[in-house]
């Protein structure tokens, strides 16, 4: 397996554009996980899916968020519009079985993203 | 409240010299524990975790952590380092967010070992 794929790698993008970011699961795995990283807060958990429906959604910062998993092997996350203070690393993450936070997590390479 | 605490946030080692890590954690029950590394420009990755059993938990790249319950503390620790160690190292426990009440994984702040040559 190619591991977890997220793309693009990096964004530029100017305040007040839609933003989205993709992400490609492992194939099998049942949890998805989005991630936020930045000098200021760390690595901070937005939002997880299993099998395909979101179950905690509480680090989703605000409503410019939105994130949706329409089938196994495919996620999004969207920002709109976008904001300057919405730069930061985005990760996606995937794990297999045994409940949330149990088993290991495969990370993606992260977006880089830049609102100017 | 936090559940996991690293609390150094940079940590210099010689090649050559044991190294520690430091994680404490805050959780009710059982604890699930985690430590992973993070190198430039890349996601994290797995290193060792803890869930019952012995204490002393061997992991990836020689990485080993050892379980203290009565301190609540989950160090990482390695005999021997190598400058290709140097990364941002994050530890992370299992436990319920307040809002929904669901499990999740929660990081430390990380820890930035750097290995001189």
């Known amino acids: 397996d190619a591991g977890v794929i997220q793309s693009p790698r990096h964004e530029v993008t100017e305040m007040g554009q839609e933003v989205t970011l993709r992400c490609k699961p492992i194939s099998g795995h049942d949890y998805l996980f989005w991630y936020r990283q930045t000098m200021m807060r760390g690595l901070e958990l937005l939002i997880y899916f299993n099998n395909n429906v979101p179950i905690d959604d509480s680090g989703m910062p605000e409503d410019r968020f939105s994130a949706k998993m329409p089938n196994a092997s495919f996620s999004t996350l969207k920002i709109q519009p976008s904001e300057p203070r919405d730069s930061a690393v985005y990760f996606c993450?995937?794990?297999?079985?045994?409940?949330?936070?149990?088993?290991?997590?495969?990370f993606g390479a992260g977006t880089r993203l830049s609102v100017l | 409240a936090q559940s996991v605490a690293q609390p150094e946030d940079q940590v210099n080692v010689a090649e050559g010299n044991p190294l520690t890590v430091k994680c404490t954690y805050s959780v009710s029950g059982n604890p699930y524990l985690f430590w992973y590394v993070q190198y430039p420009n890349r996601g994290l990755q797995f290193l060792l975790k803890?869930?019952?059993?012995?204490?002393l938990v061997k992991g990836s790249y020689g990485f080993e952590a050892e379980f203290n319950k009565s301190q609540t503390s989950f160090h990482l620790k390695k005999p021997s380092a190598l400058v290709s160690d140097s990364a941002l190292y994050f530890c992370a426990v299992r436990a319920r967010t307040v809002e929904t009440g669901a499990n999740n994984l929660f990081f430390g702040t990380g820890t930035r070992l750097t290995v001189i040559p």
């Open positions: 993450a995937s794990s297999s079985g045994g409940g949330a936070g149990k088993n290991i997590q495969y």
């Open positions: 803890y869930i019952t059993g012995d204490n």
